[in-house]
């Protein structure tokens, strides 16, 4: 796509022009139910939110769709909306050409997922926040990350890049839609199920591919820290305690070692702004399990500042948004954490918190919902890590009651999000109505901000089978696995997940 460097002056009597002709856009996140959306209601640019409505409106005025995502967490996010969306000249540009439409990141996971994965067919690119152009049946077809207002000798700003890009739009709408329907399929094969056979062989390969790339990353510590590191040295402590690699214990270690120096130990400055209170989480399970196998006291005691930090996840209060994914997999990582380590006063609230997240987001047949109020009802990512957490629960306290939630949502995995027909979970029991190129069911696997969907599923699958002698769950984990199989050989780093539940599937085989 040609992008020219344009003057400000012009940009602005374009956008007054259209302004003009369309009407201005009304900013309408004063109506949002979450505190990052919230705090744009006073950007001078039309954010509309999420849904049918806003496409509608982009095909009505035959315009594409400025779709930005972000989160709380970002900090290049807050960067963008203090030096860029807060530019009245931006602003009006956007609304005389775009419908543009703002997206919660840890509100919509399943939207952010989706379009991360174009931007990476796109661009190459990951990250938040997200910049993408879409038609208005909702397909990508120019992406970025972080945009400045303005750059005229690079002609990267949004001042330049934005008419260009609406101009490609107008004049070239076939090349457009060709092109938008191309990313629309590559990134779709990132989230559909390729089969393939399960095999050991293949496994350790992938885990010795894991295991070289976290080392190359111990050249350049300074880019180690997020979510998708923290699975990684999960999954090489698992090996090193199945097969005693010795050299996979070794790396992990010292990225392990690196994380609790340096300020990701707090999970404060993520390599991909991940949500902090997941890196912990994540780190956490590591220094338990790190600490079980070499009783180093760093470990121990790395740990235990870890939980005291996580605790005010547990408190609650009127302004803490819950969603139920996160908080789930954070509630059920501190009650592993907390067992292995005989906190039992930690234990404790770890249970609370997840009694809690049950009486605000689980209803007994009807599954999680992402949030205690919203438009989602519930996503894979959901069922799966409030099971988890259940299950932790269960071994931690045997109460029945943990076990009867895991078990209820296993059957709603099998009734809402099975693909009875190419294997594995949907991402979500129902389309998104939104827009006409949502019509694509996606399935996750590979590891993003939490461990992959499909992943954690195969996981929770093992353990009920653990739990309750009962096979057939044990063949749902591997039906799991194999579904996803093509997927994951090559995945890399994100394969983390998926690599650990199928080396633990195959045990000796």
């Known amino acids: ?15 007054a022009a259209c302004a003009s002709e369309h009407g201005p856009l009304s900013n309408r996140m004063s109506e949002a139910t979450t505190r990052y959306l919230s705090s744009a209601a006073r950007q001078p640019v039309g954010w509309q939110p999420w849904g049918r409505d806003a496409f509608a409106l982009a095909a009505r005025l035959d315009r594409p769709v400025l779709l930005y995502v972000g989160a709380v ?23 005389s050409l775009y419908v543009p439409v703002r997206v919660d990141r840890d509100e919509r996971p399943d939207v952010a997922a989706r379009y991360e994965a174009a931007l990476r ?4 690119l990951s990250g938040y926040p997200l910049t993408i152009v879409l038609t208005p049946d909702g397909s990508a077809f120019f992406g970025g990350t972080y ?8 002609g990267r700003g949004l001042l330049q890049v934005l008419p260009e890009v609406a101009k490609d739009y107008r004049e070239h709408r076939e090349f457009v839609v060709r092109r938008a329907a191309l990313v629309r399929q590559l990134a779709l094969g990132e989230h559909t199920a390729v089969p393939g056979v399960l095999s050991s062989t293949a496994v350790r390969a992938d885990i010795r591919a894991v295991r070289d790339s976290l080392g190359q990353a111990l050249n350049s510590p300074s880019t180690l820290g997020g979510f998708l590191h923290t699975r990684a040295v999960a999954l090489l402590l698992a090996e090193y305690g199945r097969s005693g690699d010795t050299a996979a214990f070794d790396i992990a270690r010292r990225v392990l070692d690196y994380m609790i ?23 956490l399970h590591n220094l338990a399990v790190g600490w079980a196998f070499t009783g180093d006291a760093r470990y121990r005691d790395g740990g235990e500042r870890l939980l005291r930090l996580i605790e005010p996840e547990f408190e609650g209060g009127d302004d803490r ?3 139920a994914d996160r908080d789930a ?3 059920g990582s501190a009650l592993e954490a907390a067992t292995a380590f005989g906190d039992s006063a930690a234990q404790r609230r770890a ?5 809690t997240l049950l009486h605000l987001v689980y209803h007994r047949g009807r599954g999680v919902r992402h949030a205690p109020s919203g438009s989602i009802r519930g996503l894979l990512s959901d069922q799966v890590a409030t099971a988890w957490a259940s299950l932790a629960a269960y071994r931690a306290n045997g109460r029945r009651r943990y076990l009867d939630v895991a078990l209820d949502l296993a059957g709603i995995l099998q009734r809402d999000f099975a693909d009875s027909t190419a294997g594995g979970y949907f991402d979500s029991a129902v389309l998104d109505p939104a827009a006409a190129a949502l019509s694509d069911r996606t399935k996750g696997v590979l590891d993003d901000l939490l461990p992959g969907s499909n992943a954690w599923a195969a996981q929770v699958f093992l353990e009920l089978a653990d739990a309750t002698g009962e096979r057939g769950y044990r063949q749902q984990a591997e039906a799991t696995l194999e579904a996803f199989a093509g997927v994951a050989a090559g995945g890399g780093v994100r394969a983390s997940s998926y690599l650990a539940v199928a080396r633990e599937a195959l045990g000796g085989r």
């Open 1 to 15: 796509m040609r992008f020219r460097s344009l003057l400000i002056p012009s940009c602005v009597l374009a956008a």
């Open 73 to 95: 967490d970002c900090r290049w996010c807050a960067m963008m909306d203090r030096e860029v969306y807060a530019n009245p000249a931006v602003g009006a540009l956007i609304d």
């Open 121 to 124: 067919s796109l661009a190459g």
């Open 147 to 154: 945009l400045p207002a303005d750059d005229p000798v690079t």
């Open 261 to 283: 120096d340096s300020a990701s130990a707090a999970g404060a400055e993520g390599v991909r702004d991940d949500p902090p209170a997941v890196v912990r989480a994540g780190l």
């Open 321 to 323: 948004v819950v969603f």
């Open 329 to 331: 997999y954070v509630a």
């Open 351 to 355: 249970v609370g918190a997840l009694d």
